[in-house]
Structure formats: structure tokens, C-alpha cells
């Protein structure tokens, strides 16, 4: 289905995990935030990243850009490796920068308070010793002000004189800076309030189009993902259960806790809604530090066999360019 589709990245076995504890009277363990994922992006789609609180989406998405070094694995953007742990590859990434940007979650929390919408903007042009004369910059970050919906005049003013949707502008505005080919949009939309939410994905969209984009859109909310995404990747405690075609996935999940995700969509016909059956988990998720050996849904899913308790299932395609890692696809 991809065949003659342009791979941007590709991850393979991508590993991240982050020490705690390792005090004088604790032992040093790991948190297993990401474990052992393989996918590619493509040029020009958008990418889905959906999962609960906790998954590991957002520390994926960083670890793809390298703001969290991974742990272990291999990273290729544009035909060359990045990062290569077996051969001991890792690239300077300030030239990736200008190639590779990150929209965050929380845009007050990602924009120094100290400085101007402008200063914000324009540190990247900075770095990257773009635009170096003085009328020159003024206008670029004009340029990208309003191709965020801002004004000009809102250059000298600082992040807390703007609403929660206006902030995340200027955060984007600050990723379009350098010109990426690709960005990680880190739930753009979960900070914001629900009539601002569609403008900022429409924006995105608008963006795409114009610029030729590629993104990894990663969110809470299935529904705003399927709008968005071309494809869509599922992820539970750290490693990804089910990816698949936008469409294919919503209308036809073959993996368990795809199913139980989609069950919990609501339905905007009550008729439809009175007559879906709701799967409902039981138990809680278990820990990243000390997962469950084997599958890691196991201890949640309805179908777990002694398979599943035994190995980690393989992400396999079932169908043209729909995988899942699951032993009861598998007849185990």
C-alpha cells in the first residue's frame, strides 16, 4: 500500500528507558517508557499516536527527534542514520534541528515568560543564523506571526498577555521557523478549549498543505486523531499494539485494546450509542518499572492464553498495511 511512498523516518526497535532510585539504601531501576517499537513515517502524511495517559506516546515522539537520547535502537531520517546504538551511532543534531521541530503539550509552560512573542520566534532564526539582517528577521517573524492567525503588533508582547490558544499559535509559529520538513505535534490540542481545538487543527492541516509537512500528531482523543491522520498507531505501556490506515483502524481494530479504545468513543446518534457494546477493562495498568513478562496487555485482556504470559507477540501485517502484536491473531 506504501510501496511507493517515500519513507521520511524509520525507527526500529526503539528503546527508551529513564533510571530512578539507584540511592544508597535503593537499587537503580528503569522505567521501560518505550520498548522495542518499529514503524515508518512517511512524506507528507500524518502519522496518529494514540494511547492512555502514561503509554510512552510523548517520550516516543521525543525520542524520534532525539530530545530524549534513546536507550537503544535505530533512527533514519531522509536515508541517513542518526542514531544507531549497535554501531554506535549518533549524529550531531543541530543540523536536524532546522529539520526535525516539536509543538508541545502546555504552551505556558513551553514559552519563557521572560521573553517576547518575538524573541520567542526569532531565537531559532538565531541559532540557525537565518534571516541575520536586523529587517530581515523583523519580517519573517511577521511572516510567520500571521500565517498563525496573530498580528504583527503581538510580536512585542509577552506569552502571558495571550489565551491558551493564542499561546500554542506562537508555539507553532516557533516550530515553522527554520523551515521544518518534520514535526512532532505533542498533544497540540489537549490544553486547549473545545471550540479553540478545531481551529488549531484546521490550522495544522492548512499548514500541511501548504508546506508539504509530515507530522506525528499524538493525542488523547481517537476522534481528533482519525480527522488528522492518514494512519494511526495504538500504544499501550510502552509499546505499539496496532497500526493501520486511518479508516481500516476505526472501523475495523483487530487488536483487543484497539476494540476497547474505539468502544469508548462516544456516538453522537443515541440510538447507535444504546445498541454498542462498551468493553470495559478490568484492572489497572501495570507498572512501567516492573511490567508484566510476555504481553503486556495480558493482564487486562479477555483473550490472555498461557502465549501470552510467555512471550512478547510480534507486530505482524494481517491485512495490506495493517499490523498488530497479538498471540490470538495468531491462533495461540
Known amino acids: 500500500m506504501n510501496g511507493n511512498r ?45 494511547g492512555e495517559s502514561g503509554c510512552g506516546k510523548s517520550t516516543l515522539g521525543r525520542a524520534i527527534i532525539r530530545l530524549h537520547e534513546p536507550t537503544s535502537g535505530k533512527i533514519v531520517y531522509d536515508g541517513t542514520t542518526i542514531y544507531d546504538s549497535e554501531a554506535g551511532t549518533a549524529v550531531p543534531m543541530l543540523p536536524y534541528r532546522r529539520k526535525m521541530q516539536i509543538i508541545f503539550q502546555d504552551p ?12 520567542i520566534v526569532g531565537e531559532a532564526l538565531d541559532i540557525h543564523k537565518l534571516y541575520p539582517g536586523r529587517v530581515e ?15 504583527t503588533e503581538h510580536a512585542n508582547r509577552f ?13 507553532i509559529a516557533r516550530a515553522l521557523a527554520v523551515n521544518p520538513e518534520f514535526i512532532v505535534c505533542d498533544e497540540p490540542i489537549s490544553a486547549l478549549d473545545v471550540s479553540i481545538q478545531s481551529q488549531v487543527v484546521n490550522m ?25 491522520s492518514s494512519r494511526i498507531g495504538v500504544m499501550y505501556l510502552g509499546s505499539l499494539v496496532e497500526l493501520s490506515e486511518s479508516y481500516e483502524l476505526c472501523n475495523h481494530p483487530i487488536h483487543p485494546y484497539t476494540q476497547t479504545l474505539l468502544s469508548a468513543v462516544p456516538l453522537p446518534d ?7 457494546q462498551r468493553i470495559l477493562l478490568e484492572g489497572d495498568i501495570p507498572s512501567p518499572i ?31 498495511g495493517h499490523y498488530a502484536a497479538c498471540h490470538k491473531l495468531d491462533g495461540q
Open 108 to 119: 505556558s509552560a513551553s514559552l519563557d515568560p521572560r521573553m517576547t512573542v518575538g524573541e
Open 204 to 228: 495544522l492541516e492548512d499548514l500541511q498543505q501548504e508546506m508539504g509537512l509530515t507530522y506525528l500528531f499524538i493525542a488523547h482523543d481517537i476522534s481528533v486523531v482519525r480527522h488528522i
Open 290 to 320: 516492573n511490567p508484566p513478562p510476555g504481553c503486556r496487555f495480558h493482564t487486562r485482556c479477555p483473550y490472555a492464553t498461557d502465549a501470552c504470559t510467555q512471550s512478547m507477540p510480534a507486530l505482524k501485517e494481517y491485512a495490506p
Open 159 to 171: 506569552p502571558h498577555e495571550f489565551s491558551g490558544g493564542q499561546q500554542q499559535r506562537v508555539g
Open 270 to 276: 443515541p440510538v447507535k450509542s444504546r445498541a454498542r
Open 137 to 151: 528577521r523583523r519580517e519573517r517573524i511577521n511572516q510567520l506571526l500571521d500565517e498563525v492567525g496573530l498580528n
Open 6 to 50: 517515500q519513507k521520511l523516518i524509520e525507527i526500529a526497535n526503539l528503546r527508551k528507558y529513564f533510571a530512578v532510585g539507584g540511592g544508597i539504601f535503593s537499587k537503580k531501576q528503569y522505567v521501560q517508557a518505550v520498548e522495542s517499537v518499529t514503524f515508518d513515517i512517511y512524506k507528507g502524511e500524518t502519522l496518529g499516536l494514540v
